[in-house]
């Protein structure tokens, strides 16, 4: 008889076109067990509908800026061992009623809770979880370009997606010893909620599929298939990494 692989923890899935439900797919695609969670309650209706579409099961809810609730978590989990988890936890007030907010111009609640979510965020789960992850257990984080150089309209988010990348280096490197493995995707322009709050994105992203080498967009399909293959132990060579998956749009200048 042969054993079920333990399962990947996936956070931070919004509906079925985010990017963290295309990993989830993924996942499954292969054969591998998913657990799900959500951060606010408005969210359980549709993480419950694409759990069930996927055949994932709901671990159940999960406020990265509640210690309670990530207590909570772990304690639903019980004694089982994870293989793996997907970190797609973002968030920051990119605007107000007068258009962008230029960083220069965030108050300093938006920025605490900017940082709090969408950088500490991976340290906390690391932290909450590594009782239950496996040796050799895979990571993954979802960044972008903007954490590295100015992406127009992304501002605050460039500044916590680039604390995120700190943060996963030194957790990459601090967790080796253990055989745990923590890297980052660097998504190209994908269409998902998120991204399409981004002042300017639709414009950016048509732009994106003639610039790029590859003379298209990248899909959440393209995402979700790398995160899935870091996860593995095909991936059991590479720690501490931020792979581009942007159609090669990370080239040009």
């Not at 998504?187 to 909620?193: E, F, I, L, P, Y």
């Amino acid at each position: 008889m042969v054993n079920s692989p333990a399962p990947v923890l996936v956070t931070g899935i919004a509906n079925e076109r985010s990017l963290a439900c295309a990993v989830a797919r993924a996942l499954r695609a292969q054969g591998v067990p998913v657990l799900v969670t959500w951060q606010q309650p408005r969210q359980q209706h549709r993480v419950a509908a694409v759990a069930a579409d996927l055949g994932c099961e709901l671990l159940g809810p999960l406020d990265v800026s509640d210690p309670q609730s990530l207590m909570a978590a772990r304690e639903a989990l019980g004694d089982r061992r994870l293989s793996g988890m997907l970190h797609a936890i973002a968030f920051a007030q990119l605007s107000d009623a007068t258009g962008p907010v230029p960083v220069h111009a965030v108050d300093a609640p938006s920025w605490a809770q900017a940082l709090e979510i969408s950088a500490r965020s991976l340290p906390q789960l690391l932290h909450t979880f590594l009782p239950q992850l496996n040796p050799g257990a895979g990571v993954v984080a979802l960044t972008h370009h903007g954490a590295r150089r100015v992406a127009p309209g992304y501002n605050l988010m460039g500044v916590a997606k680039a604390a995120l990348e700190a943060a996963l280096r030194y957790c990459a490197a601090e967790l080796g010893p253990q055989g745990i493995r923590v890297n980052a995707i660097s998504a190209g322009s994908v269409r998902t909620a998120a991204a399409s709050a981004v002042p300017g994105f639709a414009e950016r992203h048509a732009a994106a599929a003639k610039r790029a080498p590859l003379r298209r967009n990248v899909s959440a399909e393209d995402v979700g298939q790398v995160a899935a293959w870091l996860i593995s132990s095909q991936a059991s060579a590479i720690t501490g990494a931020i792979i581009p998956v942007d159609c090669g749009e990370h080239l040009l200048a």
